[in-house]
């Protein structure tokens, strides 16, 4: 028996050795300058990226792990990142205007007045949001080295709990990216002084209180995993390092003015005529493949031709009619009365009410071509939502449309109530906004499958054609995580 016990344990002391000479040799950094729980302070080591307390405790540089490189600049994308998508793009070009002396500053300083000038008025639950739905993505984008070294440490043995450390960073920032998507089991980090609603933007010192409170989750805390980022939210496409956010800044006003002139072309111009003007702007719709013909009087029992698309922004209905180059009509959820004014399609709003959606869907196909988007929200990533069957019921056949628009400096999509009127607006403020639209053979709704085992029929073949990966998410699911509520949002 304590033989056995020695083997284990021995096993267990070269498993921790292994993932303790992997890290280092993909960090590069330092950890928490020796802190330890209780005021205790470990001796100096030349490579203290990952550190064992205990049995069964390893603690890790997150800053290491979330900064491509140890440079004045590196730290400075996230803050940007939450001055502008929380506190509004005067805060960010405040921010942006203070750079050359933050340059020059030691580290500690530099973070405490990046994380000032970011934080400083925001409401706690804002910073929560911004942390939880915006800075993930950037993490995930900028850190793939460090991800690897997140692989091995989740192959440890599950009694194994490992902690995350930044100095760099709040907690607030970090903490959602580092235990939902890199799998780390609690996060050390600073934290932000102020009031229970709002915050000073004050960012207290790194103690051994903060590291002993993360140690104590590690003893509740479940098995971590990592994982992709599916869903995430704000505006900035594009990693906002100090030159490119100058240039978007530079670029803004000229964002602007292009975008009223594309919506005018769309909004003012005859149909057939404003794709090729809007292409002279920059726009392009890329068609892959042929072009199904207009829907006969006998090619439909109801009228028109039924096509259901993945959803990638608003503008997916107009997209699909500039490849036909005829206009169609589209059902959307929470459609905003400026979206409604500005769409050069006729679109109806859709009330979540099963048999009242069919009925207003029904009447419409009656009349001509129809767009339907079954996902019922939008994703940015490679990934399909969950495909909501209603739209299998409606005609005895439905046209595929796969569907990817790419952006450069802005996001089409967001979930907050007021920004997600200006959805269209932010397409068409990017330099070049491209759509891709690919018409897939119909598939029969008639065949005797359910309507269930139709929509999934649909999404797997859009998958395929996009190199996306099907999921069973929902909309539900998106807007718990992003906007902390179900979806149902009120846009008038």
Known sequence: ?????????????????????????NLVGRLLHNVLPGGATAAPSPSP???QLGKNALVVDADALLLKQPSPGA??????????????????????????????????????????????GLRRDEAARIGRAVLPKLFSREAPPGMRAVEALNALPKEVKVVAVSRTFPTVMVEAFLKEYAGFHAVAGRELEGGPRYLTGVMAELDTE??????????RAPCAYSKPVVFHDGRLAFTPTPAAALAMYIYLPFAVALAVIRIAIYVLLPWRLSSVVAGLTGVRVRVVGPTP???????????????????????????????????????????????????????????????????RMSSMLARGDVVVCPEGTTCREPYLLRFSPLFAELASEVTPVAVDARTTVFYATSTSPVAKSFDSVYFLMNPRPEYSVQFLEPVNTESGKSSIEVANEVQRALASAL???????????KYLLLAGNEGVVNTK
């Open 49 to 51: 990226m990952v550190r």
């Open 75 to 120: 730290a400075f994308p996230p803050y940007f990142l939450v001055a502008v998508e929380a506190g509004g793009y005067v805060r960010g070009l405040v921010l942006l205007a203070l750079y050359p002396v933050l340059h020059v500053l030691p580290h500690g300083a530099r973070a405490k007045a990046m994380a000032f000038v970011s934080f400083c």
């Open 467 to 477: 190199g996306f990966e099907g999921t069973a998410l929902t909309r539900k699911d």
């Open 1 to 25: 028996m304590d033989a056995c016990m020695a083997t284990t344990g021995e096993r267990l002391a070269n498993r921790l050795l292994s993932i303790h000479r992997f890290v280092n040799r």
């Open 293 to 359: 013909a207009a829907a006969g009087s006998n090619a439909e029992p109801h009228g028109g031709r039924l096509y259901a698309c993945n959803h990638r922004t608003l503008l997916d209905p107009v997209g699909i009619a500039c490849a036909l180059k005829r206009p169609v009509a589209a059902v959307t959820y929470s459609l905003s009365r400026l979206s409604e004014v500005l769409s050069p399609i006729p679109l109806r709003r859709l009330t979540r009410n099963r048999e009242e959606d069919r009925r």
């Open 210 to 219: 903060s590291l002993a409170r993360a140690l104590k989750q590690t003893e």
